[in-house]
């Protein structure tokens, strides 16, 4: 069960949670009925995972980076820089998507987000020692 820290009067969740929340918006992203709604489950999925790694930074540190949530990765980790920038890329068609802007997307665009994404909650995974439990 994922955890949340109390920081002065605010409940922020943990890395694990994260990542658990990540790996549902993967599985609604594999369950999605559309290219769109698969695009913005696997971008939720990847912002979830970029704050399990934010999450997993900000423990040695006191200050948080301002920002969104990509600037903020990029600022803790330079070298996750190339992911951050990438999926800073899809944020506007995630969020187009999502407003029902975008149409008729092709399943290659759908199925490339999902990818990435399923790659970016792996190393967040790798990165936070997380595994998940196995019955």
């Known amino acids: 069960m994922a955890t949340v820290q ?10 694990r949670a994260f990542v658990e929340e990540a790996e549902r918006q993967l599985e609604r992203s594999r369950m999605a009925n559309s290219c769109e709604e698969s695009v913005v489950y696997s971008y939720r999925a990847a912002l979830r995972a970029a704050g399990a790694l934010i ?10 980076p301002s920002g969104s949530a990509w600037a903020k990765l990029r600022a803790l980790d330079p070298s996750l820089g190339d992911w951050a920038n990438r999926f800073e890329t899809h944020a506007r068609l ?8 975008e149409r008729g997307l092709h399943p290659m665009v759908a199925e490339r987000l999902y990818e990435q ?6 190393l967040a995974r790798e ?3 997380y595994l998940p439990k196995i019955a």
């Open 117 to 122: 994404a399923c790659e970016l909650v792996d």
């Open 6 to 15: 109390r920081i002065r009067g605010s409940i922020r969740p943990s890395a």
């Open 127 to 129: 990165r936070t020692d």
């Open 94 to 101: 995630a969020s187009r998507a999502e407003m029902g802007l």
């Open 55 to 64: 999450e997993w930074a900000m423990r040695k540190r006191k200050r948080r």
